[in-house]
């Protein structure tokens, strides 16, 4: 039995999603800039595929949305676009979080070295911002708050309602990284008072490398890619048709979905949870409640997170230690850490994200499975072994 339990790192493409794409591959294969009616008619494809999205966003309008190659280019694009805003008013500071997606962080790295100040807010230990961190840490220069809507890695949802409140009351833009979330949670941009919005095809089963970028109507977006006044010239290329209607197509089917998959998926997930928290010496990262409801995310002590992937691989369960660490780099997840894990904790983390397709079955197996393979690789452990001699206390009790 193989049991694909990566569905945060990406999904299938829906077999609905597949047929709505295949004829801008096969016969409607215009260009939307060109003004013949092939031409025409794929610019009109767009226009529907825009509103398509919108509303499922509830934006107010089709304009509001851009597409981008995907969640990591709509980050970019938004910090940046917010940052340039402020600067203009000689707002230099940025509000975001430690255990943000690294197209989130990195894009606020080199924004640091540019001369902007930027306060990543602490995570407390459930996993959940709270919305008075964000109140507490504005300022008058500050030009973007960013919090993302769920993490990538422990599953946590964040109050974007309230945070969203906290911004608007104060004047300040805020942009969330809601590629975790759009598909499987309900994103509504007006009622959640969100200004700019980063969300990803291939996290709701619709195909890899096209997502798109909210941007409330009166926010002016700077272009990372010149060259063509593709997306009214905050974005040039050539648009990728068969993607964004393979994206609108998945966004619908999986709006319409949403209460029903997500109800299936919190059984699972909460039957995981369950079994695995039997473990001893581990702990379930992050809130049970305010997670997403496919993410299953622990740490246990005494083992390495990358040999247990590696076994779970042979017994047919493909899971994700929850970061996307580059092989080789023995660095553990920033995300655990800001959770205050210590690193020896940090290491042995496993992920394992449902998706709808997951059956009872699957979920069974994986249950079959872990704790056996944790209790071998226990067994050859050195740190365990000093651990069960008591020559060092457990961390985890
Ligand atoms: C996957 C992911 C991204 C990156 O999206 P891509 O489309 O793969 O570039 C960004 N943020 C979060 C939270 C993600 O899970």
Not at 56 to 70: H, K, M, Q, V
Not at 229 to 249: D, L
Not at 336 to 364: I, K, M, Q
Request: with cysteine.
């Amino acid at each position: 039995m193989r049991v694909y339990a990566d569905h945060a790192a990406t999904t299938a493409v829906h077999p609905q999603v597949i047929e709505a794409m295949l004829p801008y591959f096969r016969t409607h294969s215009g260009n939307p800039s060109s003004l013949h009616t092939a031409g025409q008619e794929a610019a009109s494809v767009l226009a529907d595929a825009r509103a398509r999205i919108a509303k499922c966003l509830n934006a107010a309008r089709p304009e509001e949305i851009y597409f981008t190659s995907g969640g990591s280019e709509a980050d970019n694009q938004a910090i940046l676009s917010a940052a340039e805003l402020g600067a203009k008013k000689d707002k230099k500071h940025i509000i975001s979080t430690k255990f943000e997606h690294h197209a989130v962080l990195h894009t606020l790295n080199k924004l640091e070295k540019a001369g902007f100040e930027i306060t990543l807010l602490d995570v407390p230990p459930n996993g959940v911002i709270r919305p008075e961190q964000v109140a507490e840490a504005i300022r008058p220069d500050t030009a973007l708050v960013s919090v993302m809507f769920a993490n990538n890695e422990i599953g946590t949802v964040q109050p974007i309602a309230e945070i969203g409140a906290v911004c608007r009351e104060r004047g300040v833009l805020f942009h969330t990284d809601a590629v975790q979330a759009v598909g499987h949670l309900e994103v509504d941009v007006q009622a959640m008072n969100i200004d700019l919005l980063s969300l990803s095809a291939h996290k709701f089963h619709g195909p890899k490398g096209v997502g798109a970028l909210y941007a409330r109507r009166s926010i002016r977006l700077q272009s990372l890619i010149e060259g063509g006044a593709q997306e009214r010239g905050k974005r040039a290329g050539t648009e990728n048709i068969p993607g964004i209607v393979g994206m609108a197509t998945a966004l619908e089917w999986a709006c319409a979905h949403r209460e029903e998959h997500a109800a299936q998926l919190r059984v699972l997930r909460d039957k995981l949870i369950s079994a695995l928290s039997a473990i001893p010496h581990s702990v379930l990262n992050g809130d049970p409640d305010a997670r997403l409801p496919g993410n299953v995310h622990f740490c246990f002590e005494g083992i390495e997170g990358e040999s247990l992937l590696l076994l779970l691989d042979d017994a047919g369960v493909e899971a994700s230690s929850g970061s996307a660490c580059t092989s080789g780099s023995l660095d553990p997840s920033h995300v655990l850490l800001a959770l205050g894990r210590p690193h020896e904790v940090a290491h042995g983390s496993l992920r394992l994200t449902l998706g709808y397709e997951t059956t009872e079955e699957e979920v069974d197996h994986i249950i079959r499975t872990v704790p056996g393979i944790v209790a071998y690789l226990r067994s050859i452990s050195p740190v365990w072994d000093a651990l069960e001699k008591g020559e060092r206390p457990y961390i985890l009790a």
